[in-house]
T-cell receptor
Framework: EPEVTQTPSHQVTQMGQEVILRCVPISNHLYFYWYRQILGQKVEFLVSFYNNEISEKSEIFDDQFSVERPDGSNFTLKIRSTKLEDSAMYFCASYGPGEQFFGPGTRLTVL | DAKTTQPPSMDCAEGRAANLPCNHSTISGNEYVYWYRQIHSQGPQYIIH???NNETNEMASLIITEDRKSSTLILPHATLRDTAVYYC???????????????FGTGTRLQVTL
Protein backbone atom coordinates (compact mmCIF):
# COMPACT_ATOMS: atom_id res chain seq x y z
CA GLU A 1 0.00 0.00 0.00
CA PRO A 2 1.45 3.42 -0.92
CA GLU A 3 2.38 5.67 1.99
CA VAL A 4 3.68 9.11 2.83
CA THR A 5 7.22 9.07 4.17
CA GLN A 6 9.02 11.74 6.21
CA THR A 7 12.63 12.33 7.11
CA PRO A 8 14.19 12.66 9.55
CA SER A 9 12.08 11.00 12.21
CA HIS A 10 13.68 13.19 14.87
CA GLN A 11 15.55 16.49 14.43
CA VAL A 12 17.31 18.31 17.22
CA THR A 13 18.48 21.85 16.54
CA GLN A 14 19.65 24.96 18.33
CA MET A 15 17.42 28.01 18.54
CA GLY A 16 17.99 30.31 15.59
CA GLN A 17 19.12 27.56 13.24
CA GLU A 18 17.42 26.67 9.99
CA VAL A 19 15.79 23.28 9.58
CA ILE A 20 14.33 21.52 6.57
CA LEU A 21 11.80 18.77 7.06
CA ARG A 22 11.30 16.43 4.15
CA CYS A 23 8.32 14.51 2.91
CA VAL A 24 7.68 12.18 0.00
CA PRO A 25 3.94 12.23 -0.73
CA ILE A 26 2.11 9.43 -2.48
CA SER A 27 3.19 9.57 -6.09
CA ASN A 28 -0.04 10.38 -7.92
CA HIS A 29 -1.36 12.86 -5.35
CA LEU A 30 -1.58 16.53 -6.25
CA TYR A 31 -2.44 18.24 -2.95
CA PHE A 32 0.02 18.45 -0.10
CA TYR A 33 -0.15 19.69 3.47
CA TRP A 34 1.88 20.33 6.57
CA TYR A 35 0.39 20.08 10.04
CA ARG A 36 2.03 20.30 13.43
CA GLN A 37 1.20 19.04 16.89
CA ILE A 38 2.78 20.52 19.98
CA LEU A 39 3.07 17.92 22.72
CA GLY A 40 -0.31 17.38 24.38
CA GLN A 41 -2.14 19.73 22.04
CA LYS A 42 -4.31 19.49 18.95
CA VAL A 43 -3.11 18.78 15.44
CA GLU A 44 -2.91 22.20 13.75
CA PHE A 45 -2.99 22.99 10.04
CA LEU A 46 -0.01 24.96 8.73
CA VAL A 47 -0.20 25.10 4.96
CA SER A 48 -1.61 23.46 1.87
CA PHE A 49 0.12 23.33 -1.51
CA TYR A 50 -1.24 22.66 -4.96
CA ASN A 51 0.04 23.23 -8.47
CA ASN A 52 3.37 24.49 -7.16
CA GLU A 53 1.93 27.19 -4.99
CA ILE A 54 0.46 27.70 -1.56
CA SER A 55 -3.32 27.39 -1.67
CA GLU A 56 -4.00 28.13 1.99
CA LYS A 57 -1.98 28.90 5.10
CA SER A 58 -2.73 29.41 8.74
CA GLU A 59 -1.70 32.26 11.03
CA ILE A 60 1.06 30.02 12.37
CA PHE A 61 2.68 29.89 8.93
CA ASP A 62 4.52 33.22 9.08
CA ASP A 63 7.57 34.50 7.20
CA GLN A 64 9.81 32.08 9.06
CA PHE A 65 8.16 29.16 7.27
CA SER A 66 8.34 28.18 3.63
CA VAL A 67 7.41 25.17 1.56
CA GLU A 68 8.80 23.86 -1.64
CA ARG A 69 8.41 21.00 -4.04
CA PRO A 70 11.97 20.98 -5.43
CA ASP A 71 11.44 17.99 -7.71
CA GLY A 72 8.66 15.63 -8.70
CA SER A 73 8.72 13.66 -5.49
CA ASN A 74 9.83 15.69 -2.46
CA PHE A 75 7.85 18.25 -0.49
CA THR A 76 9.75 20.26 2.10
CA LEU A 77 9.01 22.56 5.01
CA LYS A 78 11.72 25.02 5.95
CA ILE A 79 11.87 26.96 9.20
CA ARG A 80 14.42 29.74 8.75
CA SER A 81 15.24 30.64 12.33
CA THR A 82 13.83 28.16 14.80
CA LYS A 83 12.35 29.20 18.13
CA LEU A 84 11.76 27.14 21.24
CA GLU A 85 8.03 27.16 20.53
CA ASP A 86 8.59 25.45 17.17
CA SER A 87 9.25 22.22 19.04
CA ALA A 88 6.52 19.86 17.88
CA MET A 89 5.65 16.89 15.72
CA TYR A 90 5.35 17.93 12.09
CA PHE A 91 3.12 15.85 9.86
CA CYS A 92 3.06 15.90 6.10
CA ALA A 93 -0.08 14.76 4.29
CA SER A 94 -1.16 14.25 0.72
CA TYR A 95 -4.66 14.06 -0.63
CA GLY A 96 -6.01 11.20 -2.65
CA PRO A 97 -9.58 10.41 -3.63
CA GLY A 98 -11.71 10.92 -0.52
CA GLU A 99 -9.05 11.18 2.13
CA GLN A 100 -5.79 12.67 3.32
CA PHE A 101 -2.92 10.30 3.99
CA PHE A 102 -0.53 11.35 6.73
CA GLY A 103 3.12 10.54 7.18
CA PRO A 104 4.59 9.28 10.45
CA GLY A 105 5.85 12.72 11.41
CA THR A 106 9.12 14.41 12.28
CA ARG A 107 9.70 15.28 15.90
CA LEU A 108 11.46 18.65 16.01
CA THR A 109 13.20 19.60 19.23
CA VAL A 110 14.57 23.14 19.50
CA LEU A 111 17.08 23.69 22.30
CA ASP B 1 -16.40 24.23 8.65
CA ALA B 2 -19.07 23.11 11.13
CA LYS B 3 -18.04 22.59 14.72
CA THR B 4 -18.18 19.12 16.26
CA THR B 5 -18.62 17.96 19.85
CA GLN B 6 -17.23 14.65 21.12
CA PRO B 7 -16.91 13.15 24.60
CA PRO B 8 -13.34 13.52 25.85
CA SER B 9 -12.89 9.86 26.68
CA MET B 10 -14.51 6.43 26.49
CA ASP B 11 -13.64 2.92 27.54
CA CYS B 12 -14.45 -0.29 25.71
CA ALA B 13 -13.78 -3.93 26.50
CA GLU B 14 -11.80 -5.83 23.93
CA GLY B 15 -14.03 -7.74 21.53
CA ARG B 16 -16.98 -5.47 22.16
CA ALA B 17 -18.31 -2.84 19.79
CA ALA B 18 -17.05 0.68 20.40
CA ASN B 19 -19.62 3.35 19.61
CA LEU B 20 -18.16 6.84 19.40
CA PRO B 21 -20.67 9.69 19.14
CA CYS B 22 -20.25 13.06 17.50
CA ASN B 23 -22.57 16.05 17.44
CA HIS B 24 -22.45 18.43 14.49
CA SER B 25 -25.72 20.33 14.76
CA THR B 26 -24.59 23.20 12.49
CA ILE B 27 -23.55 21.00 9.60
CA SER B 28 -24.47 22.37 6.19
CA GLY B 29 -25.86 20.40 3.28
CA ASN B 30 -22.59 19.99 1.39
CA GLU B 31 -20.39 19.11 4.36
CA TYR B 32 -19.19 15.57 4.85
CA VAL B 33 -18.49 13.82 8.14
CA TYR B 34 -14.96 12.40 8.38
CA TRP B 35 -13.41 10.24 11.05
CA TYR B 36 -9.68 9.98 11.68
CA ARG B 37 -7.75 8.47 14.54
CA GLN B 38 -4.31 9.05 16.01
CA ILE B 39 -2.48 6.29 17.78
CA HIS B 40 0.02 7.66 20.28
CA SER B 41 1.54 10.61 18.38
CA GLN B 42 1.63 8.77 15.07
CA GLY B 43 0.25 10.52 12.00
CA PRO B 44 -3.55 10.70 11.89
CA GLN B 45 -5.13 7.81 10.05
CA TYR B 46 -8.23 8.07 7.90
CA ILE B 47 -11.06 5.76 8.95
CA ILE B 48 -14.24 6.58 7.06
CA HIS B 49 -16.39 9.40 5.77
CA UNK B 50 -19.97 9.98 4.64
CA UNK B 51 -22.45 12.59 3.53
CA UNK B 52 -25.86 11.29 4.58
CA ASN B 53 -26.01 7.56 4.00
CA ASN B 54 -24.56 5.07 6.45
CA GLU B 55 -21.17 3.81 5.35
CA THR B 56 -19.13 0.70 6.13
CA ASN B 57 -15.60 -0.32 5.28
CA GLU B 58 -13.11 -2.84 6.59
CA MET B 59 -12.31 -0.69 9.61
CA ALA B 60 -15.61 0.70 10.81
CA SER B 61 -19.19 1.74 10.20
CA LEU B 62 -20.50 5.29 10.18
CA ILE B 63 -24.09 5.93 11.14
CA ILE B 64 -25.41 9.42 10.33
CA THR B 65 -28.79 10.51 11.69
CA GLU B 66 -31.48 11.49 9.24
CA ASP B 67 -31.21 15.18 10.16
CA ARG B 68 -27.37 14.86 9.88
CA LYS B 69 -26.89 16.65 13.17
CA SER B 70 -25.03 13.76 14.75
CA SER B 71 -23.19 10.60 13.84
CA THR B 72 -21.70 7.51 15.43
CA LEU B 73 -18.53 5.69 14.51
CA ILE B 74 -18.76 1.99 15.25
CA LEU B 75 -15.74 -0.28 15.64
CA PRO B 76 -17.52 -3.63 15.60
CA HIS B 77 -14.95 -5.69 17.53
CA ALA B 78 -12.52 -3.39 19.31
CA THR B 79 -9.00 -4.63 19.95
CA LEU B 80 -6.20 -3.22 22.09
CA ARG B 81 -4.67 -1.77 18.92
CA ASP B 82 -7.75 0.42 18.49
CA THR B 83 -6.75 2.45 21.57
CA ALA B 84 -6.34 5.93 20.11
CA VAL B 85 -7.76 9.43 19.91
CA TYR B 86 -10.67 9.52 17.46
CA TYR B 87 -11.50 12.73 15.64
CA CYS B 88 -14.81 13.61 14.04
CA UNK B 89 -14.33 16.34 11.43
CA UNK B 90 -16.95 18.02 9.29
CA UNK B 91 -15.81 19.66 6.10
CA UNK B 92 -16.36 20.27 2.45
CA UNK B 93 -13.76 18.07 0.76
CA UNK B 94 -13.10 20.42 -2.14
CA UNK B 95 -13.30 24.17 -1.59
CA UNK B 96 -12.36 26.92 -4.07
CA UNK B 97 -11.03 24.28 -6.43
CA UNK B 98 -8.65 22.73 -3.95
CA UNK B 99 -8.79 19.92 -1.40
CA UNK B 100 -9.55 21.60 1.90
CA UNK B 101 -7.61 21.27 5.14
CA UNK B 102 -8.60 19.19 8.11
CA UNK B 103 -9.43 21.04 11.33
CA PHE B 104 -8.82 18.77 14.30
CA GLY B 105 -10.54 19.18 17.64
CA THR B 106 -9.57 17.40 20.81
CA GLY B 107 -11.36 14.18 19.84
CA THR B 108 -12.36 11.20 21.98
CA ARG B 109 -9.67 9.18 23.68
CA LEU B 110 -10.79 5.56 23.36
CA GLN B 111 -9.19 3.13 25.77
CA VAL B 112 -9.73 -0.53 24.90
CA THR B 113 -9.18 -2.81 27.87
CA LEU B 114 -8.87 -6.56 28.43
Amino acid sequence: EPEVTQTPSHQVTQMGQEVILRCVPISNHLYFYWYRQILGQKVEFLVSFYNNEISEKSEIFDDQFSVERPDGSNFTLKIRSTKLEDSAMYFCASYGPGEQFFGPGTRLTVL
Amino acid sequence: DAKTTQPPSMDCAEGRAANLPCNHSTISGNEYVYWYRQIHSQGPQYIIHGLKNNETNEMASLIITEDRKSSTLILPHATLRDTAVYYCIVRIPLKNGTASKLTFGTGTRLQVTL
